[in-house]
């Protein structure tokens, strides 16, 4: 398990073909920074506790960036296994804590996208992962909003910053005497991987972006291994890798801009949502590492930053959207 610092141990946790990056934190109490996906719990953290010689009795507090699924589906398994937890997070992503039909209702999760492509027939395998990676249901016995401070003692302060955009109530944990915060999925590079740029459903990300770098952090601790300009792909970034990899999620976020701007002006507005984030999608191929996907024009993953920028843009969907037709 890799240190950050004397007091920061980050936490890598595969899932369902992926992983997630959560954070110990050590102050005279012990904080995680999110709790990974069902399984996390057991075949994470518990094993990187017994490696700092700790136990589940240790931890005190369990403080989740978002409620997706990936950052938030262990919260139960976790209150299982240490009941003396208290669980933050913000209270405008708390109910994605209810379960995976609280996500397949929400206008952050990708089922969202999926309806307005016309991909119905992509839900029921989307309910089928979430059922996967979330586990059972948990309660909070924190709301957590701009501000707030989680104080771990000997000089471990934990300020709450509000950071909206890829969810509405996602949040940074800033560690100022550190220098050091954890964004989860706020600042996300120009992607996860090829053919994933970034995910968000409101252009407040953009502006959360600048908040995220006004806090003069030196140490970004990310919730997944987002693409930059750098050599190496480390979840940590540190002094110029910070500038660097916020430029690049700007760049990214105006990138999806100047697409949808071309898409808007190939199509007009008239079009749906399909036929337009098509032609940006495509049109992404010159600024971002694009993968197209033989079973749908447009992955389900580029078409929520593309919607949001839509959206932005004055875009509304026609009364009667016609269905995106599968290409095999």
Known sequence: MPPVSDRVYRIQAPYDGNAVHLYLVR???LALIDSGAGDSPSTAVEPALRELGLSWADLDYLLNTHGHADHAGGNGELKASAPQVQIGIHPADRYLLDGPQAHLNSPTDSSAVMRLLGRDDLLQQREAVLRRVIGRSAGVERELVDGDVVDLGQ???LTVVHTPGHTVGSVCYF???GGSVFSGDAVQGHGWRAGMPPIYHDMAYVSSLERIDSLGANVLCMGHTFGWQGVLNDPVRRGAEVVQTLKASRDASAA???AVAHALQ???PA???GELAEVAFRELVFDLPILFDRASPVPVVAARAIHAHLAAQGWAPPLAEPAVA???
């Open 175 to 177: 560690w100022e005497a």
């Open 27 to 29: 102050g005279d109490r």
């Open 155 to 157: 000089d471990v302060r």
């Open 326 to 328: 599968a290409q095999v």
């Open 256 to 258: 999806i801009g100047r």
């Open 271 to 273: 079009a749906s949502f």
């Open 266 to 268: 190939q199509l007009g």
